[in-house]
Structures are given as C-alpha cells and as structure tokens.
C-alpha cells in the first residue's frame, strides 16, 4: 500500500496472465475515510486501527472482492449500485446507491451506461477533483490499446464513447481505476483524448 496523492492509498493485486487488480482507500476527511472495491493486503491492520472507515464502495458487483472482510473487521457498510445484488456471491449486507448519490467520504455516484447492469464512477472533489471508475475506463495493457494513456469498455454497449461522453461534463485531474496504475493529473484531457478518438477496444 502507497500513499498516491495526500489522503489517497493505492494497492495492487495482479492476476496471473490476466490483469492488474486495484484498490484504494481514500482518508482525506478528519471524520471518515472509504474503501473502494478492497482487496485482501498488508495494509488492512493500519485500515482496521484507523477507527474511521465509514464505507466499504464497490463500483459494481464484480469487485466485490473482499469487502465482506474488510465490513466485518472495521464494522462498516459495504454499498452496492443498484440492480446489482443479484450478482454478488459472498456480499449479503449492503446497501444500494443510484446516480448522483452522496456516498461516505463525500463521493457522488456517477452511472456509466452498458448493456447490462450499468457501473458507476465515483467522484471527490479532492485534489483537483478525483474520478474512480471500476471497468468502464483502466490503464492496463487490456484496455490501452494504441499509444493512449487510457481506455474504456462500457461491456456491449453499441456506441461506447457516447455512454463514456458523460465524464466530460465531470471536473477531474486524477483518475483511479481499478485495473492500471492511477493517472495523476491531466487525467480528463486522456479521457478526452479517448473519447475523440473513439478509441475504446472492446476486452
């Protein structure tokens, strides 16, 4: 676990021949500090002893990972978008959120449309604005494809940089993904890059 920005801690987990797993833990309130799609690491004590975990945030069903671990050992709530419980395996507390919800630590809920159950990006205004996204845009080799920083898949969506087009009108210069490293600063102008160049492959 690193500190990335002052109040942002980033680790990774990577999956042998397939990609990199991140998770972060963002402590910038004096009153509370949130998970989002957590991974077992070495970390987790100074998380646990920390006292101030008010939220446990999976940017959608598939990184629910191992958030039933960390809400057990710092007895908080784990948070779900909406529509997604019935692909949670070892999740069975949890509550939803929708578009444009205030979530712990300060965080807006932004839906970002696919084909299926949707996802959601999650934004604090902290540092320049922060934007994390779950796998609707990453920086790993499975999503970056031709020289850019990043790249985006919103699964089975018809025009996927219409669904991706939504984060223009969101103020951002750091983008946490949870597969690639993190982008700090001029992480919009890569995500416009993208978008303009209607540059997302299809993983």
Known sequence: MREIL???????????NYFRLESYWINTNTDESVL?????????????????????????????RQAHLFAQRTGTNIYVPKNHSESLESVTDYISFSDGDLLPGGLTAIRIETAHRD?????????????IVGDS???????VKGGLLVGGHPVGHPRPWE????????????????????????AKQAVVEMINNRHVPRV
């Open 6 to 16: 002052p109040g942002i801690k980033h680790w990774t987990v990577n999956w042998p």
């Open 36 to 64: 989002i799609d957590p991974l077992e690491c070495s970390g987790i004590d100074e998380i646990e002893e920390s006292g101030k975990v008010s939220g446990i945030i999976l940017t959608n069903s598939s990184h629910e």
């Open 119 to 131: 996802e959601y990006a999650l934004l604090t205004p902290v540092q320049n604005g922060t934007l």
């Open 137 to 143: 845009l990453g920086t790993s080799d499975k999503w």
């Open 163 to 186: 669904s991706l087009s939504k984060l223009l009108g969101v103020d951002f210069d750091n983008l946490l993904p949870s597969h690639g490293p993190p982008l700090i600063g001029q």
